[in-house]
């Protein structure tokens, strides 16, 4: 166990709706990543989050967005969600280099 | 920016025969390393890493990793694979002087089978 909670574990849901993941990072991590694993496209860094303020930002479409919150849990936004958006999405917190992963939210878009 | 080059996509072992995984990486500064697994089903486990110091890194489970700065590349060993090694293993890398961003990197995944 990472100390990284994820909900939920699965999502269904349809083309053009809008879903939202959470992370908990560890106690006391300021940084939360979140992360893309698809089959074609493996594993893709999608945006950084450190003490509230977006820090860095990989391939994320711009019909996905994040945020993170005073507590420091964050939330990833998935909008008019198309075919290709099914994947595994993870969140990871960081202290220095090195990051703990949750365990994955799998979403399927039908 | 970087890049993470896994050369194995899948590799097929009998138990008990030696393993190597390939991981080279392209980045022009100082690089922390890493090698992450994945059992089917499952979340991302950190192997082992590499920040600074002895290039040879001990992790988990027997593994253990080289550095070789001058060839880019930090491979994954196990003298002695097991049946529950089989998983997809992930090299990754981030910047070694990142400040607060260390996002990682990661290789396209090795998938390991060991056979009994």
Redesign the interface.
């Known amino acids: 166990d990472?100390g990284v909670t994820q909900t939920p574990k699965h999502l269904i849901t349809a083309t053009g709706q809008r879903v939202t993941l959470r992370c908990s990072p560890r106690s006391g991590d300021?940084?939360v990543?979140w992360?893309q694993q698809s089959l074609d496209q493996?594993?893709?860094?999608l945006i950084?989050y450190?003490n509230g303020e977006e820090?860095?930002k990989?391939n994320i479409l711009e019909r996905f967005s994040a945020q993170q919150f005073p507590d420091l849990h964050s939330e990833l936004n998935l909008s008019s969600l198309e075919l290709g958006d099914s994947a595994l999405y993870?969140c990871?917190s960081?202290v220095?280099?090195?990051?703990?992963?949750?365990?994955?939210t799998r979403l399927t878009v039908l | 920016a970087q890049s993470v080059s896994q050369h194995n996509h899948h590799v097929i072992l009998s138990e008990a025969a030696s393993l190597e995984l390939g991981c080279n990486y392209s980045y022009g500064g100082t690089v922390?390393l890493?090698w992450?697994v994945q059992y089917p089903g499952?979340?991302?486990?950190?192997l082992l890493?590499y920040?600074s110091g002895d290039p040879l890194v001990k992790g988990i489970k027997g593994f253990e990793a080289e550095f070789i700065k001058s060839k880019f590349s930090f491979n994954l060993r196990k003298p002695s694979v097991q049946w529950s090694d089989t998983a997809e293993y992930?090299c990754?890398v981030?910047a070694?002087s990142?400040g607060?961003?260390?996002?990682?990197?990661?290789?396209?995944?090795t998938l390991l089978t060991v056979n009994p």
């Open positions: 990472s300021l940084s990543y992360y493996g594993l893709q860094f950084q450190y820090r860095a990989g993870f990871a960081s220095g280099g090195e990051q703990f992963f949750g365990p994955g | 922390n890493f992450y499952q979340h991302l486990q950190l890493k920040f992930f990754a981030n070694g990142g607060s961003n260390y996002k990682l990197t990661f290789g396209k995944g």
